[in-house]
């Protein structure tokens, strides 16, 4: 995280909104995993009220 200046900014802002924040990607990009639709546009709406750019997406449930 070090080698990212201003990211520890956006991932308290994220943590602030109620995010658990999870790095990835060389971008970097921040994730966080919600239960469901509802608790995830809860939290896209806290993260825009932050000033946080936002994506909403689900996952795709593959069978192993």
Not at 31 to 36: A, D, K, R
Not at 45 to 59: I, N
């Amino acid at each position: 995280r070090d080698a990212f200046p201003g990211l520890a900014s956006f991932e308290a802002r994220f943590e602030e909104a109620g995010a658990v924040a999870h790095l990835c990607g060389s971008g970097p990009s921040l994730f966080t995993l919600v239960s469901g639709p509802e608790e995830g546009a809860t939290l896209q709406q806290r993260c825009v009220a932050l000033g946080l750019d936002t994506c909403l997406v689900k996952t795709i449930a593959t069978p192993v």
